[in-house]
C-alpha cells in the first residue's frame, strides 16, 4: 500500500503544515482532591470571563454581548477566544472566504493519561495551551497570565468535589510555572525541547507543523499473525460529526484534514490548502477498525456564552490492523492539533501506540 500511496497522483498535504503552532504548560499543585474528568471545560469557561473582562471596554462585561458590537472587529476577546468571520484579519485569510463560526486559535488539554484519576492533595499536574496562527502567537503572554488567573480562580463548587465541611477550600488550584514544548533542531535531528519562563518571554515558541511532525519520535512497529496493528487511546471525548454511525479510520483521517485545513485557511496568510486525491480514502477503507467507546455526555456552564454546553462524544479506544505507514503522518497531526467539536473545552484529544500487545 505504501507504493500505491506514493504513486497517488497530487496527493500532497505539505501546503497544510505551513501553519504556525505553539504549546505551553502551565504546572500547578492542588490542596484537595481535584477530578482530571471535567476540568478543561470548566477551565476554557473560566478563561473566557477573565480574558472577557481583559479586553472588553465596557463596566458591565460579564452581560455584555459581543453581537454587534462596534468594537467586535478589532477587540481582542473575540480574536483570541471567540473568533466570528467580522474579526479576523482579512490579510490572515488571505483570498478565501472566512466561515462565520471559525476555528478558534486555541486548544486546552489537562495532561493525564487516566482521565478518570484524582490528583491527590499536594499532587502537580499541567495544563497544556496551544495555539494556531501567526496571531494568536503575538498575545502568547496574555493568553498565559490569563489562563494562569483562570487556574487559580476556579471555585470548588466548580469540580464536582464533595468537600469536608472541615475544610475551608475555595479555590484548590494553585498555580506554578510556564513552560513551552518546541521543535529544535539539535545534533541533526528534529526534538521536542521543553523551555522556561524566560525563553518565552523572549521571543516566540512558534513553529510549522512540518517542524512538530518531524520532531514527534517514530512509534515502533510490532506486528502479530493479524498484521500491523496501531491502537488509539481516546483521553478525552471524541466527538465527529461524520463519526455517528461508527468511527472508521477514514472517518478519523476525513475529520483531522478537515480540521488542519479550517485552521490554515482562517490562521495562516495562504489558501493552499493541499491535495487529497480520491484514491486516498479508498485506501483508508480497506484497514479494519475495532471500536472498544462508549458514549459520553455532560453539561457545563459557559461563563462567556452565558447558556449551558452540551458535551458529548465517545470514550474508550480505537484499534486499526492493516498497513498504517501511509497515515500515520495524519494521525500524528491529528493527536498534536486535537480533532472533532469542541477541542477548545480539551475534546478530541488522543494518544498513539503501536504493536498487537497493548
Same mark, same amino acid.
Given at each position: 500500500?505504501?507504493?500505491?500511496?506514493?504513486?497517488?497522483?497530487?496527493?500532497?498535504?505539505?501546503?497544510?503544515?505551513?501553519?504556525?503552532?505553539?504549546?505551553? /504548560?502551565?504546572?500547578?499543585?492542588?490542596?484537595?482532591?481535584?477530578?482530571?474528568?471535567?476540568?478543561?471545560?470548566?477551565?476554557?469557561?473560566?478563561?473566557?470571563?477573565?480574558?472577557?473582562?481583559?479586553?472588553?471596554?465596557?463596566?458591565?462585561?460579564?452581560?455584555?454581548?459581543?453581537?454587534?458590537?462596534?468594537?467586535?472587529?478589532?477587540?481582542?476577546? =473575540?480574536?483570541?477566544?471567540? =473568533?466570528?468571520?467580522?474579526?479576523?484579519?482579512?490579510?490572515?485569510?488571505?483570498?478565501?472566504?472566512?466561515?462565520?463560526?471559525?476555528?478558534?486559535?486555541?486548544?486546552?488539554?489537562?495532561?493525564?493519561?487516566?482521565?478518570?484519576?484524582?490528583?491527590?492533595?499536594?499532587?502537580?499536574?499541567?495544563?497544556?495551551?496551544?495555539?494556531?496562527?501567526?496571531?494568536?502567537?503575538?498575545?502568547?503572554?496574555?493568553?498565559?497570565?490569563?489562563?494562569?488567573?483562570?487556574?487559580?480562580?476556579?471555585?470548588?463548587?466548580?469540580?464536582?468535589?464533595?468537600?469536608?465541611?472541615?475544610?475551608?477550600?475555595?479555590?484548590?488550584?494553585?498555580?506554578? @510555572?510556564?513552560?513551552?514544548?518546541?521543535?529544535?533542531?539539535?545534533?541533526?535531528?528534529?526534538?521536542?525541547?521543553?523551555?522556561?519562563?524566560?525563553?518565552?518571554?523572549?521571543?516566540?515558541?512558534? /513553529?510549522?507543523?512540518?517542524?512538530?511532525?518531524?520532531?514527534?519520535?517514530?512509534?515502533?512497529?510490532?506486528?502479530?499473525?493479524?498484521?500491523?496493528?496501531?491502537?488509539?487511546?481516546?483521553?478525552?471525548?471524541?466527538?465527529?460529526?461524520?463519526?455517528?454511525?461508527?468511527?472508521?479510520?477514514?472517518?478519523?483521517?476525513?475529520?483531522?484534514?478537515?480540521?488542519?485545513?479550517?485552521?490554515?485557511?482562517?490562521?495562516?496568510?495562504?489558501?493552499?490548502?493541499?491535495?487529497?486525491?480520491?484514491?486516498?480514502?479508498? @485506501?483508508?477503507?480497506?484497514? /479494519?477498525?475495532?471500536?472498544?467507546?462508549?458514549?459520553?455526555?455532560?453539561?457545563?456552564?459557559?461563563?462567556?456564552?452565558?447558556?449551558?454546553?452540551?458535551?458529548?462524544?465517545?470514550?474508550?479506544?480505537?484499534?486499526?490492523?492493516?498497513?498504517?505507514?501511509?497515515?500515520?503522518?495524519? @494521525?500524528?497531526?491529528?493527536?498534536?492539533?486535537?480533532?472533532?467539536?469542541?477541542?477548545?473545552?480539551? @475534546?478530541?484529544?488522543?494518544?498513539?501506540? /503501536?504493536?498487537?500487545?497493548?
Amino acid at each position: 500500500m505504501k507504493n500505491r500511496i506514493k504513486s497517488l497522483k497530487g496527493y500532497d498535504i505539505k501546503p497544510l503544515l505551513e501553519l504556525e503552532m505553539a504549546k505551553y /504548560r502551565i504546572q500547578f499543585k492542588t490542596i484537595i482532591p481535584v477530578p482530571i474528568k471535567g476540568l478543561a471545560p470548566v477551565l476554557r469557561s473560566r478563561l473566557g470571563y477573565i480574558l472577557k473582562g481583559r479586553f472588553c471596554p465596557f463596566q458591565d462585561y460579564p452581560h455584555t454581548s459581543c453581537r454587534n458590537c462596534k468594537y467586535e472587529s478589532h477587540c481582542l476577546y =473575540p480574536v483570541l477566544f471567540s =473568533p466570528t468571520g467580522y474579526c479576523i484579519d482579512k490579510n490572515n485569510i488571505g483570498e478565501g472566504m472566512c466561515p462565520e463560526k471559525p476555528a478558534k486559535p486555541f486548544a486546552l488539554d489537562v495532561l493525564e493519561a487516566d482521565p478518570t484519576r484524582y490528583l491527590v492533595d499536594g499532587a502537580a499536574g499541567e495544563v497544556e495551551l496551544t495555539l494556531f496562527g501567526e496571531r494568536a502567537l503575538e498575545f502568547q503572554r496574555p493568553m498565559l497570565e490569563s489562563l494562569t488567573h483562570a487556574l487559580s480562580s476556579i471555585h470548588v463548587s466548580r469540580l464536582d468535589i464533595k468537600v469536608n465541611p472541615e475544610v475551608s477550600v475555595q479555590y484548590p488550584l494553585i498555580p506554578l @510555572l510556564w513552560s513551552a514544548m518546541v521543535p529544535t533542531w539539535k545534533k541533526g535531528q528534529w526534538k521536542i525541547c521543553r523551555v522556561d519562563e524566560s525563553f518565552i518571554e523572549k521571543q516566540s515558541v512558534g /513553529r510549522k507543523l512540518d517542524a512538530w511532525l518531524d520532531s514527534v519520535p517514530p512509534l515502533p512497529v510490532i506486528n502479530d499473525s493479524r498484521g500491523e496493528m496501531l491502537k488509539i487511546a481516546l483521553r478525552t471525548p471524541l466527538d465527529l460529526k461524520r463519526g455517528r454511525k461508527g468511527i472508521t479510520l477514514t472517518v478519523l483521517l476525513q475529520s483531522i484534514v478537515a480540521r488542519l485545513r479550517d485552521l490554515k485557511r482562517v490562521y495562516h496568510p495562504d489558501n493552499c490548502m493541499g491535495n487529497i486525491p480520491g484514491g486516498f480514502y479508498p @485506501l483508508s477503507d480497506q484497514v /479494519r477498525t475495532i471500536e472498544d467507546v462508549k458514549e459520553v455526555f455532560k453539561q457545563y456552564d459557559s461563563y462567556d456564552q452565558g447558556q449551558v454546553v452540551n458535551i458529548r462524544g465517545v470514550e474508550g479506544s480505537l484499534s486499526f490492523i492493516g498497513d498504517m505507514e501511509p497515515f500515520l503522518p495524519l @494521525l500524528i497531526l491529528g493527536s498534536l492539533i486535537g480533532v472533532g467539536s469542541k477541542t477548545a473545552y480539551g @475534546l478530541g484529544r488522543y494518544d498513539l501506540y /503501536r504493536g498487537a500487545s497493548i
